[in-house]
């Protein structure tokens, strides 16, 4: 078994003379197991055949983002969703400024765009454009969205010129490759997850609740040990099996959540509140079943602790995600709690309105952070939740290390 069984890599090619050396890194990649996906540039199409590349990776090489019928089911959406990785060898200035400056005029990087899944440049270019300022510029902007750029090396360039600009060698990408993927992005993190509803009791026999199935949560769950990290769910009362690999905590109330979240805080690195946390108890439980014998019945209800704005208010916080779950002007509300209770991200949600939200298969979201913002159109739970912990992990490792060359 190669170490990268089963991963799925999409390796963009863009025009430059190192074109010539992704050939041999489709032939690496798959002796370690990944399955390779080849999208070219125009350009690249200059330097080396697609049909070389086809022969190599077993799959047809897409370049055209006009392709009738590749695009008839938006062909570039599944490749974007298809990748565990989009690892762009060699990555062009050209490329690099497209990407930079977010534009989608070919399939390329309109993949780069779309897709929740790490990316990587290898750059390869002329010493003189690596140092340009235009491109130091475009590589800083890129890193501080979180885009891993490996290389370039230094050295004898094709054009004569030595300096840096030289494009990492095959198996210095494949060893990269692995680090990121055999292990997951998100190895050695520690997260820390709430998820489902809270039940507030009444009586013995009744309690006030809500909608949360867990079914988001829990996706989350999976997507975070997918990527390597260490979970702890502390999970509310739902009907679902334990994600494997998860060490799960379950409570009742809110009290019960906060003092579990209080607990396990210090061991994480990630906090992040998808519970549906009740924000009023019953002043009172009453000791045995409240009977029908009157005409009215008044509960008075108190405040419960906010358990995110607790986490987020600790002298050393984790990197703390919230969820927003609102009925109208969605994204200023959570815009506005994301502010009050000072956490670094929040992804809010559209609930009570018959799709997406709570208990449905279905979700879509809007995550918003300090400067920044991305939309996760409907789509199933588990997808959702992969594409929430590539952009979570991104902002995590931004925060963590700003200047971060990986
Ligand atoms: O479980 P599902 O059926 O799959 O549904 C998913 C979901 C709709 C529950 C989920 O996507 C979601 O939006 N979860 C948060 C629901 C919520 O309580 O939102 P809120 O806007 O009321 O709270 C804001 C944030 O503060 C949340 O991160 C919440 O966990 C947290 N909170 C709220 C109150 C409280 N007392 N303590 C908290 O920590």
């Given at each position: 078994m190669g170490e990268l069984n089963g991963r799925h890599v999409l390796l963009g090619i863009t025009g430059g003379i190192a074109a010539y050396k992704a050939a041999e890194l489709v032939r690496l990649l798959r002796r370690a197991g990944a399955e390779v996906q080849v999208v070219m540039t125009r350009a690249a199409g200059e330097f080396i055949?697609?049909?070389?590349?086809?022969?190599?990776?077993?799959?047809a090489v897409r370049q055209d983002f006009f392709d009738r019928a590749d695009e008839a089911a938006t062909g570039h959406i599944e490749l974007a969703r298809w990748a565990d990785l989009v690892l762009v060898a060699p990555a062009s200035a050209d490329f690099m400024a497209r990407l930079a400056h977010g534009m989608a005029n070919d399939l390329l990087s309109t993949v780069c765009l779309a897709t929740g899944a790490p990316i990587a440049l290898a750059p390869a270019m002329n010493r003189g454009m690596w140092l340009n300022p235009a491109t130091v510029a475009n590589a800083g902007l890129l890193q501080q969205r979180g885009v891993l750029l490996w290389g370039p090396g230094e050295g004898e360039q094709a054009c004569g010129e030595t300096g840096p600009g030289r494009m990492l060698e095959p198996e210095a990408l494949l060893e990269r490759t692995k680090a990121l993927l055999a292990n997951g992005p998100l190895t050695g993190v520690r997260v820390l997850l709430t998820a489902g509803p809270t039940r507030e009791p009444i009586d013995p026999v009744r309690f006030i609740g809500n909608r949360s199935s867990g079914k988001m949560g829990y996706a989350l769950a999976r997507a975070f040990t997918a990527a390597g990290?260490?979970?702890?769910?502390?999970s509310g009362p739902v009907a679902l099996a334990t994600p494997a690999d998860v060490d799960r905590v379950d409570v009742g109330t809110a009290l019960e959540m906060e003092q579990a979240v209080l607990e396990h805080v210090d061991d994480c690195d990630l906090f992040v509140a998808c519970a549906a946390v009740a924000d009023y108890r019953p002043?009172?439980?009453?000791?045995?079943?409240?009977?029908?014998?009157?005409?009215?019945?008044?509960?008075?209800?108190t405040r419960n602790p906010d358990i995110l704005a607790g986490v987020a208010?600790?002298?050393?916080?984790?990197?703390?995600?919230?969820?927003?779950?609102?009925?109208?002007?969605?994204v200023e509300q959570a815009q506005e709690k994301r502010r009050l209770k000072g956490i670094d991200m929040i992804a809010a949600n559209l609930v009570g309105a018959g799709q997406g939200g709570f208990e449905g298969d279905e979700n879509a979201l809007t995550v918003l952070w300090e400067g920044g913002r991305e939309d996760l159109p409907l789509d199933k739970k588990e997808?959702?939740?992969?594409?929430?912990?590539?952009?979570?992990?991104?902002?995590?490792?931004?925060?963590?290390?700003?200047t971060q060359d990986a």
């Open positions: 055949t697609p049909l070389t590349l086809q022969a190599l990776s077993g799959r990290a260490q979970v702890r769910l502390i002043a009172q439980v009453a000791g045995s079943k409240i009977k029908k014998n009157r005409d009215r019945l008044e509960l008075t209800l208010a600790r002298p050393r916080p984790p990197f703390t995600v919230g969820f927003a779950a609102e009925t109208e002007s969605v997808q959702l939740a992969k594409s929430l912990t590539a952009i979570i992990t991104e902002r995590y490792y931004a925060k963590k290390n700003p």
